[in-house]
């Protein structure tokens, strides 16, 4: 699966978080912030 934030392959997938019933998987923790600040941002641009 791919991170959606910096679209790096993620193979580590501690770092997950489920928005509006999807699961999303992040390379770090910053990604994940970020992702958690404006979801909706990197929802759409998949
Ligand atoms: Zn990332």
């Known amino acids: 699966m791919k991170d959606p934030v910096c679209g790096e392959d993620v193979k580590n ?3 997950k978080y489920v928005y509006k019933g999807i699961t ?10 970020e992702f958690k600040k404006n979801p909706e ?6």
């Not at 999303?24 to 912030?33: E, R």
């Open 24 to 33: 999303y998987y992040f390379c770090s923790p910053m990604c994940m912030a």
């Open 41 to 46: 941002k990197f929802v759409k641009n998949k």
């Open 13 to 15: 997938t501690s770092y």
